[in-house]
Every structure is written in C-alpha cells, then in structure tokens.
T-cell receptor, first 114, second 115 residues
C-alpha cells in the first residue's frame, strides 16, 4: 500500500540549532508532497509543497525541503530553530488519481529548548 | 481573506445525543473534506464531496453522515456520539478546476467532547 513514513515521533532541538524532520514516501512514481504544521488546538497550515517543479522547495517561516527521488525522501529543514517553531509537523503525499486523497505520515512533534 | 471557517470551535455533547458540526468556505472550491483527528494522531479522512457527489471512506462508521447544501457549506452529523468519537474534526477544501488542484486548505477545527 502507498504510504508515507516520518522517522521520529518526537524531535527536540535547542533554539538556534538546525531542524531536520524526516519524511520518506513509498512510490516509485514521484507523488505530490506536502509539509503541514499544526499548533495546539488549531487546524493544519501548509508550510510548503512539491509538485514536480524545483526539487528544493522554500516555504513559510524559513522552512525548506528537498525532494530526492533516489532516496524517496522529502525531509524538512530550517537552519535555525525558534521557540515559535514548536508544533506538530505532518508530511503528506498525494499519489494522484481521481480523489486527490492526502495520505498523512504519523507526525513529528518538535520541541524547541531555550 | 478567503478562508475555511468552522463553527463552533469547541463543542460538548452528551453520549448518544446527535450533534452537527459546520464548515463554510469563501474559496469557492468544489471539493470539501471532513477529517477526524484523535489526540497525537494524524488526521483520518471520513468522506469528501466533489461538487454534489458524496464519497465515503470504506471504514467510516455509519454513525457519521454529511450534507452539502451548496458550494459554500458542508455539515458533519454524528447521529449517536460515543466516547470514542471525541476528537478534533477538521474541514478542508480544494479545487479541481483552478489554482493548485492538489493543495488542501484546512479550517481551524472543532474540538468535540462527549460526556
């Protein structure tokens, strides 16, 4: 079955440190890829998306992600963490087809230590 | 700003008492989705409407129903809520005909508590 895997359900970094959240997808056909952020008791906000254009995608709040077909990965990075980045992050894919159904990873809770 | 609105943000209902959650959108998108998200889990798609066409996920319980009276509004009805239905309910929209067809726009969610 098509799936998306997020390694690390909890990641903790110090303020100012590099943020790296991992995401791998399962298809040999490149899907459409998304990173969403969710703050407590809020909906999902789109950080960035890959839709077969540039492989390095820049998003909001200083985040970026690189699509690597050879590794079937779409890891999310930010050079310097800020306290306000503490949230849950979801990687999601759409493999196409009529429904455009989003398949979510299990999420990574990012904690930022002062 | 164009947006997805969910009301109420917090809803408390009693075990077995029907409850309706609402979603409205000003994006004029033709697809509307309902997700259920339990604590520390990813959102789970319950169903979606493509225009007036209703598409139910295979594992969505019969206890969950939906209505879409027009393009802007979509409702989630829970006929007999159980304790296990306590969750965040997220509405999302997307357009198959304009803009980015694969991007879903989420509302702020309704937190449902069942007592």
């Amino acid at each position: 079955a098509q799936s998306v895997t997020q390694l690390g359900s909890h990641v903790s970094v110090s303020e100012g440190a590099l943020v790296l959240l991992r995401c791998n997808y399962s298809s040999s056909v490149p899907p459409y890829l998304f990173w969403y952020v969710q703050y407590p008791n809020q909906g999902l906000q789109l950080l960035l998306k890959y839709t077969s254009a540039a492989t390095l995608v820049k998003g909001i709040n200083g985040f970026e992600a690189e699509f690597k077909k050879s590794e079937t990965s779409f890891h999310l990075t930010k050079p310097s963490a800020h306290m306000s980045d503490a949230a849950e992050y979801f990687c999601a894919v759409i493999y196409g087809g009529a429904t455009n159904k989003l398949i979510f990873g299990t999420g990574t809770l990012l904690a930022v230590q002062p | 700003d164009a947006m997805v609105i969910q009301n109420p943000r917090y809803q408390v209902t009693q075990f077995g008492k029907p409850v309706t959650l609402s979603c409205s959108q000003t994006l004029n998108h033709n697809v509307m989705y309902w997700y259920q998200q339990k604590s520390s889990q990813a959102p789970k798609l319950l169903f979606h409407y493509y225009d007036k066409d209703f598409n139910n996920e295979a594992d969505t319980p019969d206890n969950f129903q939906s209505r879409r009276p027009n393009t802007s509004f979509c409702f989630l009805d829970i006929r007999s809520p159980g304790l296990g239905d306590a969750a965040m309910y997220l509405c999302a929209t997307s357009s198959r005909t304009s803009g980015s067809p694969y991007e879903q726009y989420f509302g702020p969610g309704t937190r449902l508590t069942v007592t």
